[in-house]
């Protein structure tokens, strides 16, 4: 009696530990996406804003004047 006992509890405890461990896992392995995600993001906007002071020096580059390019760039908004 007293052996079945304690092999329903080893038993109850690696059942439990394995639950954890995946728990565990899926935890970590949603952590990992939303920081590749956020990562992602972060470097997206770093391109953006590199991209986008190019455009501007490029136009300023250009020789036309402020009126000429809000009316190109900026007038249809």
């Known amino acids: 009696m007293a052996s079945e006992v304690l092999m329903t509890i080893s038993k109850d405890e690696r059942e439990r530990a394995r639950l954890e461990s995946e728990f565990k ?18 470097e997206g906007r770093q391109e953006g804003e590199k991209y986008a002071k190019q455009q501007f020096i490029d136009l300023l580059k250009s020789g036309k004047s402020p009126e000429e390019l809000i009316q190109i760039y900026g007038g249809g908004r």
């Open 25 to 42: 896992y899926a935890l970590d392995t949603q952590s990992e996406l939303v920081n590749a995600k956020r990562e992602g993001r972060q």
